[in-house]
């Protein structure tokens, strides 16, 4: 393997790394008990202001929608960050191979 090839491992394995730490720093915190907690007291409270909301106040609806909303997209994206860590663990094995072989 040649200087160029073995930086540019190197650069990948620490990218990798750095993915792995994000996805079980974010595994850690959506498992925890008091984000648990904190989630389901936040989306029972956006449901229960959208579901005593008089049907004509639409901004009181909307409000209650963007809460909702704002917490899955923040879900969703802690999720995406666990998965992407999975994907990078087996990749960064599969380049710390590399680097270990020498190919």
Do not use: C
């Not at 994000?22 to 008091?34: L, N």
């Not at 004509?56 to 666990?82: G, K």
Request: charged share 25%; glycine share 4%.
């Amino acid at each position: 393997m040649d200087k160029a090839s073995r930086a540019e491992l190197e650069r990948e394995s620490s990218r990798l790394t750095a993915e792995t730490t994000r996805a079980t720093r974010a595994a850690q915190v959506t498992g925890h008990p008091y984000y648990v907690a904190a989630v389901k007291a936040v989306r029972d409270s956006a449901v229960a202001a959208f579901m005593s909301a008089d049907p004509a106040d639409t901004n009181a609806l909307q409000m209650a929608r963007l809460r909702v909303d704002a917490m899955e997209l923040m879900l969703t994206d802690l999720e995406r960050h666990v998965q992407t860590g999975k994907l990078a663990e087996n990749r960064l094995a599969y380049v710390k191979q590399l680097l270990g072989s020498g190919r």
